[in-house]
């Protein structure tokens, strides 16, 4: 069974730094790793799909990368700003058979000082 | 474009009682999913339905049951509800199953009381 662990559960930041949110995760059958933001209160808003075929994906200033052999993911947030303040959740689709969803960990909480 | 939508966004039901919840998917998008997130939790895959058909499903009872209409909306209906079946309920939809991008709504935030 999938499991996906997110580290650290909680990070606080002054404005300005870049910082490294990590992803791990025990199956490497995988099709794709795909990292989002929420809000409070909110749905979840897509921030980088990864196929299982790349090696990273970038947007702005996030920059995903994927290890799939080690079963590792970061999502780099460069220059960070008040309004990156969320939780970070990264999630996997495992191809072991059958329509099995995505697979979530508990996500990152960030604070983003001003 | 429009983005995938759900409704309610927020309703109070007692213990016993059912209740369905609505989900559009984004413009051309054929595959749609629905998750259960408790607070302080990462979304739980329930079910997912793709051209109206269930292809895949998530470790929830049967007293969860949902649909897929022509225009690939979707509805997640929840039987004999639970005081643990209180969470926010998600919607997404994607254009292909499998390996395609997921795009979420902003849920439906249920309270069971």
């Known amino acids: 069974k999938q499991e996906v662990t997110q580290i650290p559960a909680a990070l606080s930041v002054p404005e300005g730094e870049n910082l490294v949110l990590n992803c791990s995760f025990t199956?490497?059958?995988?099709?794709?790793l795909q990292w989002f933001r929420q809000d409070p209160g909110k749905g979840l808003t897509s921030l980088l799909l990864?196929?299982?075929?790349?090696r990273e994906q970038t947007s702005g200033r996030l920059n995903a990368s994927l290890d799939k052999s080690s079963g590792r993911s970061t999502l780099y947030i460069a220059a960070s700003q008040p309004g990156d303040s969320a939780t970070y959740l990264c999630a996997v689709v495992s191809t072991g058979g059958g329509a099995d969803g995505l697979t979530f960990g508990k996500g990152t909480h960030l604070i983003i000082q001003p | 474009e429009t983005g995938v939508t759900q409704s309610p966004t927020h309703l109070i039901k007692t213990r016993g009682q059912q209740v369905t919840l609505r989900c559009s998917s984004q413009?051309?998008?054929?595959?749609v999913s629905w998750y259960q997130q408790a607070l302080g939790q990462g979304p739980q895959f329930i079910f997912q339905y793709y051209r109206e058909e269930e292809n895949g499903r998530g470790n929830f009872p049967p007293r969860f049951s949902g649909l897929q209409f022509p225009n690939y909306s979707s509805e997640l209906n929840v039987n004999a509800l639970e005081l643990d079946d209180s969470a926010l309920y998600l919607c997404?939809?994607?254009?292909?199953?499998?390996?395609?991008?997921?795009?979420f709504g902003e849920g439906s935030r249920l309270t069971v009381l």
């Open positions: 199956d490497s059958a995988i099709y794709n």
């Open positions: 413009s051309g998008h054929n595959t």
């Open positions: 997404a939809s994607s254009l292909v199953p499998l390996t395609g991008e997921l795009f």
């Open positions: 990864i196929q299982s075929s790349q």
